[in-house]
């Protein structure tokens, strides 16, 4: 479907989702959704990706499994959880059969080629992922965007050969300068899921919560679509107030 959709032209729509309610209002609108370990810091608050836990990211990948009829859904690999062939077979099949999802992603490049051939050999659907890598920042202070010089550029370029070679289905771009994404889209034969990466990615994908504007901070690369921070405090202010004046509950809100 994926790359069907990439011989059309038009972009794919991508965006994470961590819950059931979530993933059926934007099942009608994308054409993929990942269940991130971006959850670590959008969902618990952690200063890093690091902290998920296999079981954590299936918990809310089987939520949100309930939640989507017709998009693609891919499940993260928490940190930790394909560091061998043989782990990495482990866990991507454990994620699958509990949450019944279309594939996984995993981080890294060249470091991660056999890996990734192995999966993919063995019938998993893997997503890559090159550029910055989240789960290799232990905190927020230390993201960098790749592609400051010419050797970074051509490890991403690099990256990007081994993980097709692996036989990905697709590939996320994350944290990348404009005119190395540009160099990647132009060589690659699979699908480009930019994130921070240049407008021309095959699509793009971002953190629901961010584009909701839950957050104060964000990174360059996310426009808000909303303001529901605002909204949820409006909405809490007024709740606050109705209850200290005793004007809720009203008589429509209670059991005759």
Sequence with gaps: MIRKIKLS??????????????AQIIDNYCDLIL???SLG???YGDSSTRSVK?????????SVRKGVKKSVLIVDMPYGTYNTKSNAKKNALKIIKETNCDGIK????????????????????VMGHIGLLPQNIKNKKSFKIVGQNLKEE????EDLNAVEKSGAFAVVLEGVKEKVAKKIIKVSKTPIIGIGAAKGCD?????LEDILGFFEKVPKFVK??????NQIEKAVKKYSYEVRKNKFPTVKNVYK
């Design 9 to 22: 032209k038009r972009p794919l729509v991508c965006l994470t989702a961590y819950n059931k309610f979530s």
């Design 35 to 37: 269940v991130g370990d």
């Design 41 to 43: 810091m959008a969902y």
């Design 54 to 62: 296999l079981e954590e990211i299936i918990r809310h990948a089987k």
């Design 106 to 125: 995993l981080e890294g490049g060249k470091s991660k080629a056999k890996i990734i051939s192995f999966l993919v050999k063995n019938k998993i659907n």
């Design 154 to 157: 051509r490890k991403v370029l």
């Design 203 to 207: 699509g793009q994908i971002l953190v």
């Design 224 to 229: 808000k679509y909303l303001n529901i921070k």
